[in-house]
């Protein structure tokens, strides 16, 4: 069975940095596209950044210059560099996998930054 797990959530002030994980299991990793999406309270969940298994990357333009995704297939795991955090950032994240063309999701992860 397919499981995403992530880590690396946690209060944060603003201008911090963060890094979350995401290791995954039940699936071929190298052929799966990965994204980090999160939800604000209150809010719609939305793509924050993805990652192609061929290692193209696309970004929301509110994390653009600030947060980078990346992966590493023989390990599993992808990860959300979070740099010059913003209050606004503060949501759940959640990570997301595209395998077979289905969607599998994690069990997210809470970013809170201070102001």
């Known amino acids: 069975q397919v499981q995403l797990v992530e880590s690396g959530g946690g209060l944060v002030q603003a201008g911090g940095s963060l890094r979350l994980s995401c290791e995954a299991s039940g699936i071929f990793f190298s052929i799966s596209a990965m994204g980090w999406y999160r939800q604000a309270l209150g809010k719609q969940r939305e793509l924050v950044a993805s990652?192609?298994?061929?290692?193209?990357?696309n970004y929301a333009n509110s994390v653009k210059g600030r947060f980078t995704i990346s992966r590493v297939n023989a390990k599993k795991m992808v990860y959300l560099q979070m740099n010059s955090l913003k209050p606004e950032d503060t949501a759940v994240y959640y990570c997301n996998a595209i395998y077979s063309n289905q969607g599998y999701w994690g069990q997210g992860t809470q970013v809170t930054v201070s102001s």
């Open positions: 990652i192609e298994s061929s290692g193209s990357t």
